[in-house]
């Protein structure tokens, strides 16, 4: 090629064997670590290897493994658990990689950046051919082949389209499958299509994952080595060994990167491919004449003399022909403009790290890339003595066999590659240019900028970036770097600290030398009082809608960060980017600052790997079909007897039969006097579970080491739903917003709704619409009464509130009707409170009440251009963040596999109300823990599982010795809060923990009632279940049936510390006080006791207690 034809390697991401970085595997290949280890049986069992084929005497247990390849950052490129099970890692590793490869290129997925185009080839991955082996098993050959999740998740042709669509990538996608040679045909189709102007960085590569590692059997011409390693060019040679590995470059032109002042790490002078045709000895054999005429061909399009290369990193598969072929034809290739001798290093990667096969091209030219890089020409491992030596002796070659130093500055490196049945490529590499654009200006004090998706996240980063501080890398590059060569996420932080502290700022990230914060994106207001000129450079790299005033009079504060005009305009670009507003970085840097290698995004990876609940001993033998199940008999048979219905079958549903909450503790009773197990009846599907299903449950509970079933099929279905629901349509936006004023309530008539519904009156003045299930407005409003007199709330103010009557799953036909479209006209806010509140129900059931309603809430109100939405969401919907200590208060919250039914539905609810932030809403969460009695009045709710255990306590005169924490609020503090909050617009966009400072267990909150009067015996758990369980059998009592729930992970109580911070300025400027006291729980029970007649059974003390609760004769 011609210097205008030339193509920059600008960045690299890998992963191979020993390796996680670019920087580990040149290491590797320098020091000529081998990769390949001996096998213990406890792996090859793991791997379903039988014990008689480890034991044969031919079978060998050598074998590469790829570090954490059952890990992957699921979360961060939006895949749920159960579709990052489904993927091969072959494609979730690419993927990782391809972010890796653009962020080391200073170049992240942008969609207003350049068009990156991605070209890669993967082999047929063992971890998809092993699901769809039992898929086959499971559903038979016909329904495992059509199963689409199984095809997108294993096939190579998605490899680079999934890319593509997970990056944002524009160019062309474009899956190569040549065998052994598919990565380096990418590097040659991405050149072109950067040649050709389709696009402006091309990602290419490859990718072979063949795990778990298992040994094979050795057969003489096989094809496979006989000891396990792969001796390259050696006389010991018997054959390859294969090994997993992926790997990928961005490329650029040469031209771009150099003016961009990206970080040339090679040049790519030219490449070329051909194939055998027929003129070889078979289809698997290669040819002499097509790899020579391949090489030749790279060599003539480089312009690159043969004299000129100084290493060929081979194909070397270390078969005796394969080997023999290779040598003959490099030779051949370099004779034909070169008569010298032995002025060439010779060696291959796989010696290193075995045969990566599809990847093993991209393997060969990261190494390529580092010869050219750095002159280090690597050792050769295994090599003693060549197999060739007369042909070795008169060629071109020489093995290096210890590493050396190539100082020539035109050195340049060929890499030669055969796929089978004669796909070859080469590709010739040169040294890296001098940059041409100057790099940033240095400074006694450095400002960087850093962002990551969660905080755990950002403090890795930080300190990996400390790291690099240390080795003395240029800080000025560094700064600039940070600014125009990474994605800006809401997790921020700004370091500004002297050079000399720059290092320890970014470990210990505290004021005053770092800031942090999260961030939502916003406008910029910039204050330049009268006279004063806003500098050009700070306008410039603002949003183009930034208005600039004399005086801040504090609108729209909450969208908008104020800039002031006098400050240094690069620091006051830095707080703004801070606190979310976009920044042009690219236009204040006065064409100085070059793009430097920088770790990259500190993935927190999770273990997503579905073999671990397959088979995979290869000697395991089947079920026998329609075999007698006891269990399932015995089963049936409670079921027949609990329903007094012989006719029952395996799947009759327990809701279908009349289940009821006492049948499902003489159910799970019943069960544990059989065999001796506590079940989830939960976990078989609630009012869904059946006998069936009930059996697998007991028989994985005795038959497990932990006594918990691996896989519960419930829930694998509904992960498929739970995936299909983040996706559902919300519709469009109108443009034009509502001029309405008054708030929709839903979910008025249940307990937390009440008493919205009173502090809406209180704290508002417009008329507040209430969605409620009824024929008509009258029979809505008497709804809405009687709610309000069952809590002890004053009646609802028919001058102001309006009964609006209705399913909300029809909320689009009942805006439309109700008073000729009046909703849509006078409504500006929706506080979302309606949902069912069921522990003992799978996602699939609750989804009907708490997802689906709400997707048509939301699609509703943006048609009518309806932008406020507060939504009572719950604690239950969150999870502590990896690495973190606590539930952190903040938007995205991670799925936790071990959330029950309902609180995936408020998960999904809550990820449904981010898409809706992207267009416009202003949206707010609240997330109350377990709502306790009114603290003014008692009024409690007679549904809620703490209340059953405190009243099953109370009347046994025990408690549970229980230590598991609790987060608890009263519902009058919860409903003011939710109300003051939700209508003020500093509210928008965030997440509120509404819950006291301090957790509570069930031993302090027995003892704050043994405080009040009502004193209990600490008792073990197990004892106190059995007491419980025996007051239930004699009374009939439901409200007993948590002694049997209390245990199950459904219901389990029990909770993580949660951050509740964002509530606290205003309890403090209220006065309200979450805590729960003494006279506080007693009041609950007295209310429920006397308002409700199975509380009054098992409370009869309370039930005739004469004393007066604040609201009674309302």
């Given amino acids: 090629?011609?210097?205008?034809?030339?193509?920059?390697?600008?960045?690299?991401?890998?992963?191979?064997?020993?390796?996680?970085?670019?920087?580990?595997?040149?290491?590797?290949?320098?020091?000529?670590?081998?990769?390949?280890?001996?096998?213990t049986d406890a792996q090859l069992r793991e791997a379903g290897v039988p014990d008689e084929r480890i034991a044969r005497?031919?079978?060998?247990?050598?074998?590469?493994?790829?570090?954490?390849?059952?890990?992957?950052?699921?979360?961060?490129?939006?895949?749920?658990?159960?579709?990052?099970r489904g993927m091969d890692p072959q494609q979730r590793l690419f993927l990782e990689n391809a972010w890796e490869a653009l962020e080391s290129a200073g170049h992240p997925p942008r969609p207003d950046g350049p068009v990156v185009g991605v070209f890669a080839g993967s082999a047929a991955g063992t971890y998809s051919t092993a699901l769809l082996a039992a898929a086959v098993r499971r559903v038979g050959l016909a329904d495992a082949v059509d199963d689409l999740d199984l095809t997108l998740g294993g096939e190579p042709d998605f490899l680079t389209s999934r890319t593509a669509y997970k990056l944002g990538l524009r160019g062309p996608a474009v899956s190569v499958q040549t065998a052994c040679s598919s990565a380096l045909y990418a590097v040659h189709y991405a050149s072109l299509s950067l040649l050709?102007?389709?696009?402006?960085?091309?990602?290419?590569?490859?990718?072979?994952?063949?795990?778990?590692?298992?040994?094979y059997r050795y057969r003489p011409d096989g094809g496979q080595s006989d000891d396990g390693y792969c001796r390259s060019f050696d006389a010991r040679s018997t054959g390859t060994t294969y090994s997993s590995g992926v790997g990928v470059v961005a490329l650029r032109r040469l031209s771009d990167a150099l003016a961009d002042g990206d970080p040339v790490l090679a040049v790519l002078k030219g490449t070329a491919v051909g194939n055998d045709g027929n003129a070889k000895a078979g289809f698997a054999a290669p040819s002499p004449d097509g790899v020579a005429a391949v090489v030749s061909a790279a060599l003539r399009v480089s312009g690159v003399p043969a004299d000129a290369l100084r290493y060929v990193e081979a194909h070397g598969t270390a078969t005796p022909l394969g080997d023999h072929v290779e040598l003959s034809a490099l030779t051949e290739a370099l004779r034909r403009t070169?008569?010298?001798?032995?002025?060439?290093?010779?060696?291959?990667?796989?010696?290193?790290?075995?045969?990566?096969?599809?990847?093993?091209?991209?393997?060969?030219?990261?190494?390529?890339?580092?010869?050219?890089?750095?002159?280090?020409?690597?050792?050769?491992?295994?090599?003693?003595?060549?197999?060739?030596?007369?042909?070795?002796?008169?060629?071109?070659?020489?093995?290096?066999?210890?590493?050396?130093?190539?100082?020539?500055?035109?050195?340049?490196?060929?890499?030669?590659?055969?796929?089978?049945?004669g796909a070859n490529a080469a590709a010739v590499l040169g040294p890296p240019p001098q940059p041409v654009r100057p790099s940033a200006p240095s400074?006694?004090?450095?400002?960087?900028?850093?962002?990551?998706?969660?905080?755990?996240?950002?403090?890795?980063?930080?300190?990996?970036?400390?790291?690099?501080?240390?080795?003395?890398?240029?800080?000025?590059?560094?700064?600039?770097?940070?600014?125009?060569?990474?994605h800006s996420f809401a997790e921020r932080r700004v370091v500004d600290a002297p050079a000399d502290k720059l290092a320890a700022a970014l470990r210990l990230p505290r004021p005053p030398f770092a800031r942090t914060a999260r961030a939502a994106e916003r406008g910029a207001l910039v204050v330049a009082p009268d006279g004063v000129e806003p500098p050009k450079a700070l306008l410039a790299a603002l949003p183009a809608d930034t208005e600039v005033v004399s005086t801040d009079d504090g609108a729209g504060e909450r969208y908008r960060v104020v800039v002031d005009a006098d400050a240094d305009a690069d620091a006051a670009l830095a707080v703004a980017w801070l606190h979310g507003v976009p920044v042009d970085w690219a236009a204040v840097d006065g064409g100085r600052g070059r793009r430097v290698a920088l770790p990259t995004y500190p993935f927190d990876r999770k273990r997503h790997w579905a073999l671990d609940d397959l088979a995979l001993d290869e000697s395991a033998p089947a079920p026998p079909a329609g075999s007698a199940d006891s269990v399932e008999e015995q089963v049936l048979a409670v079921w027949r007897e609990l329903f007094g219905d012989d006719s029952l079958g395996p799947d009759a549903e327990f809701g279908d039969c009349g289940?009821?909450?006492?049948?499902?503790?003489?159910?799970?009773?019943?069960?544990?006097?059989?065999?001796?197990?506590?079940?989830?009846?939960?976990?078989?599907?609630?009012?869904?579970?059946?006998?069936?299903?009930?059996?697998?449950?007991?028989?994985?509970?005795?038959?497990?080491?932990?006594?918990?079933?691996?896989?519960?099929?419930?829930?694998?279905?509904?992960?498929?739903?739970?995936?299909?629901?983040?996706?559902?349509?919300?519709?469009?936006?109108?443009?034009?917003?509502?001029?309405?004023?008054?708030?929709?309530?839903?979910?008025?008539?249940?307990?937390?709704?009440?008493?919205?519904?009173?502090?809406?009156?209180?704290?508002?003045?417009?008329?507040?619409?209430?969605?409620?299930?009824?024929?008509?407005?009258?029979?809505?409003?008497?709804?809405?009464?009687?709610?309000?007199?069952?809590?002890?709330?004053?009646?609802?103010?028919?001058?102001?509130?309006?009964?609006?009557?209705?399913?909300?799953?029809?909320?689009?036909?009942?805006?439309?009707?109700?008073?000729?479209?009046?909703?849509?006209?006078?409504?500006?806010?929706?506080?979302h409170c309606a949902a069912r509140v069921v522990f003992t129900e799978p996602y699939r059931t609750l989804r009907e009440d708490n997802v689906l309603p709400m997707v048509s809430l939301l699609t509703w109100a943006r048609a009518h251009g309806i932008r406020d939405f507060s939504h009572v969401s719950t604690a239950a919907a969150?999870?502590?963040?990896?690495?973190?200590?606590?539930?952190?208060?903040?938007?995205?919250?991670?799925?936790?596999?071990?959330?029950?039914?309902?609180?995936?539905?408020?998960?999904?609810?809550?990820?449904?109300?981010?898409?809706?932030?992207?267009?416009?809403?202003?949206?707010?969460?609240?997330?109350?823990?377990?709502?306790?009695?009114?603290?003014?009045?008692?009024?409690?709710?007679?549904?809620?599982?703490?209340?059953?255990?405190?009243?099953?306590?109370?009347?046994?005169?025990?408690?549970?010795?229980?230590?598991?924490?609790?987060d608890f609020a009263p519902v009058d503090v919860v409903a003011r809060a939710i109300v003051e909050l939700g209508m003020s617009r500093g509210?928008?966009?965030?997440?509120?923990?509404?819950?006291?400072?301090?957790?509570?267990?069930?031993?302090?909150?027995?003892?704050?009632?043994?405080?009040?009067?009502?004193?209990?015996?600490?008792?073990?758990?197990?004892?106190?279940?059995?007491?419980?369980?025996?007051?239930?059998?004699?009374?009939?009592?439901?409200?007993?049936?948590?002694?049997?729930?209390?245990?199950?992970?459904?219901?389990?109580?029990?909770?993580?510390?949660?951050?509740?911070?964002?509530?606290?300025?205003?309890?403090?400027?209220?006065?309200?006080?979450?805590?729960?006291?003494?006279?506080?729980?007693?009041a609950g029970l007295t209310y429920l006791a006397r308002t409700d007649e199975l509380f009054g059974a098992l409370l009869p003390e309370l039930a005739a207690d004469t004393a007066v609760l604040v609201g009674e004769g309302r």
Avoid at 451 to 464: C, G, P, Y
Avoid at 776 to 801: N, S, T
């Fill in 443 to 486: 400074s006694d004090r450095v400002r960087l900028v850093l962002s990551a998706r969660t905080r755990v996240e950002l403090d890795r980063l930080s300190k990996a970036l400390a790291d690099t501080v240390d080795r003395g890398a240029h800080l000025g590059d560094v700064a600039h770097t940070l600014r125009v060569g990474r």
């Fill in 57 to 84: 005497s031919d079978y060998v247990r050598i074998g590469t493994s790829l570090p954490g390849v059952a890990d992957f950052a699921a979360e961060f490129f939006g895949y749920t658990p159960r579709e990052a």
């Fill in 659 to 831: 289940g009821t909450s006492l049948l499902s503790v003489q159910l799970v009773l019943e069960l544990q006097d059989r065999f001796d197990v506590l079940v989830n009846v939960h976990r078989a599907g609630g009012t869904r579970a059946t006998p069936h299903r009930v059996a697998a449950l007991v028989r994985g509970l005795l038959t497990s080491a932990d006594d918990q079933p691996r896989v519960d099929r419930m829930d694998e279905d509904d992960n498929g739903l739970v995936d299909a629901d983040l996706q559902l349509p919300l519709g469009p936006v109108n443009p034009v917003a509502t001029r309405g004023r008054d708030v929709l309530l839903t979910g008025a008539t249940g307990y937390l709704g009440a008493f919205l519904l009173h502090e809406l009156q209180q704290r508002t003045t417009g008329r507040v619409y209430c969605l409620v299930r009824a024929d008509d407005e009258a029979a809505a409003m008497a709804r809405l009464r009687a709610g309000a007199r069952r809590f002890l709330l004053p009646e609802p103010d028919a001058d102001r509130v309006v009964a609006v009557p209705g399913d909300l799953k029809d909320i689009e036909r009942v805006g439309a009707d109700f008073r000729g479209g009046e909703l849509g006209a006078r409504v500006g806010h929706v506080l």
């Fill in 196 to 215: 050709s102007g389709e696009c402006d960085i091309a990602l290419a590569g490859g990718a072979t994952v063949l795990e778990p590692v298992r040994g």
């Fill in 338 to 421: 070169t008569e010298k001798m032995g002025f060439c290093g010779l060696g291959s990667v796989k010696a290193n790290i075995g045969h990566t096969g599809p990847a093993s091209s991209i393997a060969g030219f990261i190494k390529a890339v580092h010869i050219a890089r750095t002159g280090q020409l690597p050792p050769h491992p295994t090599y003693e003595r060549p197999r060739d030596a007369a042909l070795l002796e008169s060629s071109p070659f020489f093995i290096t066999t210890t590493g050396r130093t190539c100082t020539d500055a035109d050195r340049h490196v060929l890499v030669d590659s055969i796929g089978m049945g």
């Fill in 878 to 966: 969150t999870a502590p963040a990896p690495g973190a200590d606590r539930i952190l208060e903040i938007r995205e919250q991670p799925l936790d596999p071990r959330l029950g039914g309902y609180g995936v539905t408020k998960w999904v609810a809550e990820r449904l109300l981010d898409r809706a932030d992207l267009d416009g809403m202003r949206v707010r969460v609240f997330r109350p823990g377990l709502i306790m009695s009114s603290s003014q009045t008692g009024a409690g709710n007679n549904r809620d599982l703490i209340y059953f255990v405190l009243a099953a306590g109370v009347a046994v005169g025990a408690h549970p010795v229980d230590d598991r924490s609790h």
């Fill in 987 to 1082: 509210s928008v966009g965030r997440a509120y923990h509404l819950v006291g400072e301090t957790l509570l267990g069930l031993r302090e909150m027995f003892g704050l009632l043994a405080e009040a009067g009502l004193p209990t015996t600490p008792l073990p758990l197990d004892r106190w279940q059995q007491l419980v369980r025996e007051r239930a059998k004699a009374t009939g009592n439901p409200l007993l049936s948590t002694a049997a729930l209390l245990e199950l992970e459904g219901n389990e109580p029990g909770a993580p510390p949660v951050q509740a911070a964002g509530w606290l300025p205003w309890l403090r400027r209220t006065g309200m006080d979450p805590a729960l006291t003494g006279p506080t729980l007693r």
């Fill in 1 to 39: 090629m011609s210097a205008d034809l030339d193509i920059a390697v600008v960045g690299v991401g890998c992963r191979f064997p020993d390796a996680v970085t670019p920087e580990q595997y040149w290491a590797n290949i320098d020091r000529g670590l081998v990769s390949m280890r001996e096998l």
